[in-house]
Nanobody, 121 residues
Framework: QVQLVESGGGLVQAGGSLRLSCAAS????????MGWYRQAPGKQRELVAV???????NYTDSVKGRFTISRDNAKNTVYLQMNSLKPEDTAAYYC???????????????WGQGTQVTVSS
């Protein structure tokens, strides 16, 4: 199986920065898109950023100019650099990855366990 392990969440003051990491491990032939979602209490999960294996990144409007998604394909790891954090960024952040686990399979979508980001005023 495939596991996504996240790290880097925490408590930060408004205007501060955090960097989230998510490392995929297990049965992996290749990983296509990787990305980050977030979910605040009482709200639906929303896409934050996505990065294909090759190509342009995409961001939700509310984080453009503040967040940067990147990946290290050799390490099967995706990052989210979050700058100029705002209280409205407070949420559980979830990593996702489209993984081809075997040579004879298509891709499956996997999720991390979530890491909490709390931004204080």
């Amino acid at each position: 199986q495939v596991q996504l392990v996240e790290s880097g969440g925490g408590l930060v003051q408004a205007g501060g920065s955090l960097r989230l990491s998510c490392a995929a491990s297990g049965s992996i032939i290749s990983i296509n898109a990787m990305g980050w979602y977030r979910q605040a209490p009482g709200k639906q999960r929303e896409l934050v950023a996505v990065i294909p294996r090759f190509g342009r990144t995409n961001y939700t409007d509310s984080v453009k100019g503040r967040f940067t998604i990147s990946r290290d394909n050799a390490k099967n790891t995706v990052y989210l650099q979050m700058n100029s954090l705002k209280p409205e960024d407070t949420a559980a952040y979830y990593c996702h990855a489209d993984v081809r686990p075997t040579l004879w399979s298509g891709t499956n979508k996997y999720w991390g366990q979530g890491t909490q980001v709390t931004v204080s005023s």
